[in-house]
Nanobody, 116 residues
Framework: QVQLVESGGRLVQAGGSLRLSCLAS????????MGWFRQAPGKQRELVAT???????TYADSLKGRFTISRDNAKNTMYLQMNSLKPEDTAVYYC??????????WGQGTQVTVSS
């Protein structure tokens, strides 16, 4: 079972930056395809960004240029660098991993709140 633990969420002013981290258990982290999702109050969970086991990245069109996804396989950690934050970025941010058996795993989420 893959366990994912997000961290780094907090209250930040509009225009500020945050870096979220997702620490994964297990010895096969480098094989996982991973991503960040977010869910704002009253809204559906939406894709933020993905990164493959080969390092290829994709982003939600609305977030390109402000958010950067990355991973450090030596640390079993995935990151999300968020710049120029806006109040509409307020959400719970979730880490997702798909393992080599194509099973999906979710973290518990970390709250990001952007004040205007």
């Amino acid at each position: 079972q893959v366990q994912l633990v997000e961290s780094g969420g907090r209250l930040v002013q509009a225009g500020g930056s945050l870096r979220l981290s997702c620490l994964a258990s297990g010895r096969s982290f480098s094989s996982y395809n991973m991503g960040w999702f977010r869910q704002a109050p009253g809204k559906q969970r939406e894709l933020v960004a993905t990164i493959t086991n080969g390092g290829t990245t994709t982003y939600a069109d609305s977030l390109k240029g402000r958010f950067t996804i990355s991973r450090d396989n030596a640390k079993n950690t995935m990151y999300l660098q968020m710049n120029s934050l806006k109040p509409e970025d307020t959400a719970v941010y979730y880490c997702y991993a798909r393992d080599r058996s194509f099973r999906g795993h979710w973290g518990q989420g970390t709250q990001v709140t952007v004040s205007s």
